[in-house]
């Protein structure tokens, strides 16, 4: 099993970026896939997830009608489009897969990848 998370760099605030989460080595299609992110002396938190079935998706307070999550079954990609992003949105993000349903839980993802790191700073 492998998720891994891409597109990260250094932006300016009220710039964007597109996050991209590669899967490989189970059924992704099957899964919720969620995005968290770990700022620098925080805790890690959720930010968005999306459905296996009708592409309903939710996100937090912090990042609604900023960032939007997409996801191309075929492909075996999850995106995360981040807009207007600002210096409180610096963080590891990564992604993650969970069959329990649309959740913030964390402890209901099974799988998890690697970070990619996004830096807002002028």
């Known amino acids: 099993v492998q998720l891994q998370a891409s597109g990260g760099g250094v932006v300016q605030p009220g710039g964007s970026l597109r996050l991209s989460c590669a899967m490989s080595?189970?059924?992704?299609?099957?899964?919720?896939i969620g995005w968290f992110r770990q700022a620098p002396g925080k805790e890690r938190e959720w930010i968005s997830c999306?459905?296996?079935?009708?592409?309903?998706?939710h996100y937090a307070d912090s990042v609604k009608g900023r960032f939007t999550i997409s996801r191309d079954n075929a492909k075996k990609m999850v995106y995360l489009q981040m807009n207007s992003l600002k210096p409180e949105d610096t963080a590891i993000y990564s992604c993650?897969?969970?069959?329990?349903?649309?959740?913030?839980?964390?402890?209901?993802?099974?799988?998890w990848g690697q970070g990619t790191l996004v830096t807002v700073s002028s």
């Open positions: 080595g189970f059924p992704m299609d099957r899964y919720v």
């Open positions: 993650a897969a969970s069959l329990y349903g649309l959740t913030r839980q964390q402890s209901t993802y099974d799988y």
């Open positions: 999306i459905s296996s079935i009708d592409d309903e998706t």
